[in-house]
Each structure stands twice: as structure tokens, then as C-alpha cells.
């Protein structure tokens, strides 16, 4: 079985890209999701908890290569070791959710065993399945790169006691040996609880979360760090590198606008949902230079005050903001947040006014944090749903995402395209 999946995985991706390209535009995010939910993986679960599977460490290569092969086909991108590693990593400590069999299968398996440990000697007195020798060679090839075993005995039944040290010796390694500041800086976001919440998002097109094929390609070129275009100028002039983070920060992005708009909208209709009925730019708050906040809500927030917030995204890997990212994941947007605190501080009298900030990698600061989670417990409240909170992070997430790809794609050079094929077409 363990030789036969990997034909079964690549036949099963062929077959759900046929069907997906049945229905242009072909929306990558559908394959890419089941790959990581379905297809892959949770397919093979079972089989890796019951059986040694371990012990055929070339056929389950052969299946790490076929799930790498079917997710760079899925995502137009080329991974390396390093962006591979990090791929495998949980969605909580910066990876994307898939899992090497290599490794899964060991702690699969030593879980499965500790789990039925007590109810071994029912059906087979005086027997120790712990200490056979199938489970003592499982646990040293598991200990063998210097790992640590769980202590505690109410968690050895448990498979994320034994994925853990696992996860964490792969990320401090990739921190460990990370190129440059922007590297450590990614690497330091990704690991943040809110910049992995466009994957967790379901895919729908009703719901608002059905990404693009461009968005999702460089969503994950930016958190694993792979190559995103070709070096070329930028309509600012400015040379931009394979990375493609200049768009972040260039003056001229065309999707700045955008995501700030949507994020401003998604608090707003969150606030409406909550009961607490909002408008945008709000007349009547200005300041002596006459600029406006972006939101206020029309009835009272807290200890008698509306609310006020403004938003800003600020870009991670900016170099005027590198030293503090590559130290600390959301402190860029943290500073944000002290900025626009000093700026609208002569509002704070009369008004509860608080400061959104993010980073384009999607941390966010400690005062918005705070608001969210605020946010999203007054949401459950009102609607009785208690993904509430986790659909608004969620949809802040993918606004995010959307506007890095805008603000990526805006730095190609101006052309033409065939368009007269296609508008002659209709006539």
C-alpha cells in the first residue's frame, strides 16, 4: 500500500485538476486545499498508525517527492529544501499544514502504541507491547537526531506530544540558518498566531474567500520564501529582485488602496454584526489638518465613548523596518500603532479611539490584537456562532494577502494585451 499511494496520490491530483479546469477560471485553491485536508496526508493516517510503516523509509520518500511534486505543480513554484521543510511545518509555527511521512509515520505509530498500551494485557495477559522490540526500534530511530521523549505519561498517547519537538527542531534549524534579515523576519512572522489565517479560510466563492490563481501563488511564495518573478524595473524606476517584496513598499502599488478599504469594510460590517451600527470617515471628528479617522461606531463602545479606529498596513521586510521585524514578529505594527496613537491623540477624550495596525506578512499589532479578540467575542454574542472571531481574522487575513498580490503584479511593466480576439468574439 505504502508503494502503490504515491501513484494514487499524483492519479487522484490528475483527475481533481480535470475536474476543477472543467469550470474556468480554474481556481488553484480548491486542489491546494484538498491536497492538505483530503487527498494527501489524511488518506494515508490510518495506515501509518497501525502498521510499521517506518520500516519502508524509501516508499515513503517516494511519497514526500509526490506530494512535493503535486503541491509546486498546484502552486507554480519551484520549492527548495528549506521552503519544502517549512511547507511541512503546522499552520501555528509558520508552515502550511502538509506533513513529511518520514516523519509522520514514527510518531504515528509510537502515539497508536501508547494509546492501546493499557488494553494490550486485557486481551493478551503479561504482554508489554511498549517494550517490544518493533516499539523500542521505532522510539531510537525517533530519539536518533537528538530529540527529547514526552515525559509526561497522559500525553505519550498523544501524536502532537511526539509531533512537537519534531516541529520545533525543523523551525530552529530554518531560523538557525537563515540567509539574510528578511529571511528571519519571515520566518519570525509566520510563526504569528494571525499570519497563516488565509489557510485556514474554506474556499468560496459566496463567502469572499476564494482566492485568485496570482493571489495564492505569491501568498505562499511569501511565506516560504520562493521566487515570485524575474528581476525587472518597476514603473518607479526602483529594480526589482526575484522576491518581488519592493511592490510591498513602492510608492506607486496599485493595491495599498484596496486592502485598506477591505479591511476597513470587514471591521466595519463586524462591528454592524456585532450591534453596533458604523459609517466610514466619519464627519464631524476631523483634526486641524482635516484629515478624518477611517471608522467611528454611531453608538457607544465602552464606558460611554464611540469608537474610533484607523488603519494602517505597514510592510514587513521595508528596510526602514527590518530591524524590527527580524527581532520580533508584529513589531513594525506595533510602531504603527504608537504613531497613529500620537497623531490622534487629541481625540482620545472624547472618544475610545484605537489604532489598527498590520504588516503585509499579516501579523498585527498588540493594540489591534487585542481589539479583534475584544471584536470577536461581542460577534459570538450577537450571532451565536462561536467561529465568529476566527471567520474575521480569516477574511483580514485573505484582504491582506489580496493587496500584496496587487501590490506585486502593479510592478510589471505596462502592455498591451490581445484583447481585440477577445472583444470581436462577441459581436
Not at 526602514?320 to 487629541?346: C, D, F, M
Not at 503585509?360 to 462561536?386: D, M, N, W, Y
Request: proline share 5%; aromatic share 8%; net charge positive.
Amino acid at each position: 500500500m505504502i508503494i502503490l499511494f504515491p501513484v494514487l496520490l499524483r492519479t487522484n491530483f490528475i483527475n481533481l485538476k480535470s475536474c476543477a479546469s472543467a469550470y474556468p477560471p480554474y481556481p488553484l485553491i480548491m486542489p491546494f486545499f484538498l491536497l492538505k485536508n483530503a487527498i494527501s496526508i489524511p488518506r494515508l493516517n490510518y495506515l501509518l498508525r497501525f502498521t510499521p510503516c517506518w520500516k519502508k523509509m524509501n516508499s515513503l520518500h517516494l511519497l514526500d517527492d509526490a506530494l512535493k511534486a503535486a503541491l509546486e505543480e498546484i502552486i507554480n513554484c519551484s520549492l527548495s529544501s528549506s521552503a519544502w521543510s517549512q511547507a511541512t511545518l503546522p499552520i501555528c509555527m509558520g508552515g502550511m499544514g502538509f506533513r513529511k511521512t518520514t516523519e509522520l509515520a514514527l510518531s504515528a505509530f509510537l502515539a497508536s502504541v501508547h494509546s492501546c498500551a493499557p488494553l494490550i494485557p486485557q486481551i493478551i495477559p503479561n504482554h508489554d507491547i511498549v517494550s517490544s522490540p518493533v516499539v523500542s526500534e521505532c522510539l531510537q530511530i525517533w530519539l536518533a537526531p537528538g530529540r527529547t521523549s514526552p515525559i509526561s505519561e497522559s500525553t505519550l498517547s498523544l501524536r502532537c506530544a511526539w509531533d512537537f519537538p519534531i516541529f520545533e527542531q525543523t523551525y530552529d534549524h530554518l531560523l538557525k540558518n537563515a540567509s539574510s534579515t528578511v529571511d528571519k523576519s519571515r520566518l519570525l512572522s509566520a510563526c504569528s498566531n494571525s499570519a497563516g489565517k488565509w489557510l485556514e479560510a474554506l474556499p468560496s466563492s459566496n463567502l469572499g474567500t476564494l482566492l485568485d490563481n496570482h493571489t495564492l501563488r505569491i501568498a505562499t511564495s511569501l511565506t516560504l520564501g520562493s521566487k515570485i518573478c524575474e528581476s525587472h524595473t518597476c514603473i518607479c524606476g526602483f529594480q526589482v529582485e526575484e522576491n518581488g517584496l519592493h511592490g510591498l513598499s513602492c510608492l506607486k502599488s496599485a493595491g495599498r488602496r484596496s486592502r485598506h478599504d477591505s479591511i476597513n469594510d470587514l471591521i466595519k460590517r463586524s462591528l454592524v454584526s456585532a450591534g453596533f451600527p458604523s459609517v466610514l470617515e466619519p464627519i464631524g471628528t476631523c483634526l486641524e489638518d482635516g484629515k478624518r479617522t477611517d471608522g467611528m461606531t454611531m453608538i457607544r463602545w465602552s464606558k460611554g465613548k464611540a469608537l474610533l479606529w484607523d488603519a494602517t498596513c505597514v510592510d514587513t521586510y521595508a528596510a526602514s523596518h527590518l530591524s524590527l521585524s527580524s527581532v520580533s514578529a508584529g513589531a513594525a505594527a506595533s510602531e504603527a500603532e504608537v504613531k497613529k496613537q500620537i497623531k490622534y491623540r487629541s481625540l482620545s477624550n472624547g472618544y475610545n479611539f484605537v489604532a489598527v495596525g498590520l504588516e503585509t506578512s499579516g501579523v498585527l499589532g498588540k493594540q489591534t490584537s487585542k481589539f479583534l479578540k475584544e471584536l470577536g467575542k461581542k460577534l459570538i454574542s450577537a450571532t451565536r456562532e462561536p467561529r465568529s472571531s476566527s471567520f474575521l481574522l480569516q477574511r483580514i487575513s485573505i484582504a491582506i494577502q489580496r493587496g500584496n498580490s496587487a501590490n506585486i503584479l502593479a510592478t510589471h511593466p505596462k502592455s498591451r494585451g490581445f484583447d481585440e480576439i477577445f472583444l470581436s468574439s462577441f459581436k
